[in-house]
């Protein structure tokens, strides 16, 4: 079973910066999209942004120009820089990957636990 651990959720004041990790545990022959999601409370949990394995990005429209995905291949490794945070970014982060396992040939769904953001005004 693939687990991903992140880590660098806070509390930061309006205008202020996080970097959120995520590390996928090493029994993985390798990963597709990965990626960040969020859930506000009372909201459902929406895209933030996904990178493949091509390096192709996806953003929501709300965090472009202030959040940057980047990924480590080579340490199965996703990161999440947000600038200028707004008090709307305000939510539980959860990390995705969709991943090959190195003992089969399935392509699985998984999901992180979720690191609290929270963005004072």
């Known amino acids: 079973q693939v687990q991903l651990v992140e880590s660098g959720g806070a509390l930061v004041q309006a205008g202020g910066s996080l970097r959120l990790s995520c590390a996928a545990s090493?029994?993985?022959?390798?990963?597709?999209?990965m990626g960040w999601y969020r859930q506000a409370p009372g909201k459902q949990r929406e895209l933030v942004a996904t990178e493949n394995n091509s390096g192709n990005i996806n953003y929501a429209d709300s965090v472009k120009g202030r959040f940057t995905i980047s990924r480590d291949n080579a340490k199965n490794t996703v990161y999440l820089q947000m600038n200028s945070l707004k008090p709307e970014d305000t939510a539980v982060y959860y990390c995705?990957?969709?991943?090959?396992?190195?003992?089969?040939?399935?392509?699985?769904?998984?999901w992180g636990r979720g690191t609290q953001v929270t963005v004072s005004s």
């Open positions: 090493v029994n993985i022959r390798s990963i597709n999209n």
């Open positions: 995705k990957a969709d991943a090959f396992l190195i003992s089969d040939y399935f392509l699985r769904e998984y």
